[in-house]
């Protein structure tokens, strides 16, 4: 599961899913003229209000932020999972609200005079309302509201980057570093040496003029950069296949490597390459 892909509006998602979580805790009716000594019972106490309030909840979070993080939601019934996890908020703030409205439970209408000792919301319910009805707004406003659909966490900045397929100065295989000693390596003092041209012998032992080396062809314009995406988006096949081979998660880095037209061709962090159709909103990095 990658966190980096996670929104803003999944982080209010989740803040709402922990108030709710706290408010199981609190008292679920409030009477009038009771001492503050009396026990009164929290919303665990009550299994209408666990299951269909505080479980409904909480699942539903759960389904919403585990279907965003994942890089392929399943599927069940042909929805995915955070589909099913906004129906899950959704309901639970529908039974909240009717918890609220009828505490007692139908306890009222017995009798002409029953309603006069019913007891009245509690601090519990009143939180469990307000955080259900936050986590069911956010969970449907996230992929219409542009300000939630942002990165919950930012991008990490990447290194400079090299041009594709560059090695470090120095490195193995870098022109003019030290080659290691073995078969097919020169020696310090060989010919072959970095360093120390060697010079060809003609047939008779009188030395060739050496020949000029062709000019090396001047670089494009295009230079390779790191880049995120704001929303997560397709990579398709450099062949033109319909379909994608990755999709890219926003907060993590890729490497640009090629432009064609509008289109990029990018790198993933485990070496497959792509076209990024929609550029729109990138990140440079």
Excluded: C
């Excluded at 469990?128 to 509201?145: F, S």
């Excluded at 497959?272 to 909103?281: A, E, F, I, N």
């Amino acid at each position: 599961m990658n966190i980096r892909s996670l929104t803003r509006g999944d982080g209010v998602v989740l803040g709402a899913a922990v108030l709710l979580f706290i408010a199981s805790f609190l008292d679920l009716y409030s009477f009038d003229d009771v001492p503050d000594s009396v026990d009164l019972p929290m919303l665990w106490g009550s299994g209408p209000v666990v299951f269909s309030v505080v479980l409904a909840g909480v699942i539903g979070a759960a389904l919403v932020v585990v279907a965003r993080g994942l890089p392929q939601v399943p599927k069940v019934a042909g929805l995915d999972l955070g589909q099913f996890g906004v129906a899950f908020t959704v309901f639970a703030a529908w039974s909240a609200l009717g918890n609220i409205v009828d505490v007692p439970g139908g306890f009222d209408n017995i009798g002409d005079n029953a309603s006069e000792g019913a007891p009245s919301p509690g601090i519990g319910m009143i939180l469990a309302l307000v955080a259900t009805l936050l986590m069911a707004a956010a969970a449907i406003a996230t992929p219409l509201v542009p300000a939630l659909k942002g990165a919950l966490l930012p991008a990490p900045r990447p290194a400079a980057p090299q041009p594709y397929g560059a090695q470090p100065p120095g490195g193995y295989g870098y022109p003019g570093a030290q080659q290691p000693g073995g078969y097919g390596h020169p020696q310090p003092g060989q010919p072959g040496q970095p360093g120390q041209p060697q010079q060809a012998q003609p047939f008779g032992g009188q030395p060739q003029p050496q020949q000029a080396q062709a000019p090396q062809a001047p670089a494009g314009d295009f230079s390779p950069f790191w880049f995120a995406v704001p929303v997560p988006r397709p990579l398709f096949a450099e062949d033109g296949s319909p379909t994608p081979i990755a999709e890219l998660a926003p907060g993590t880095w890729y490497l640009a490597v090629e432009q064609r037209g509008p289109a990029l061709v990018a790198q993933t962090q485990d070496g497959r390459r792509g076209v990024l159709q929609d550029t729109s909103g990138i990140q440079r990095g």
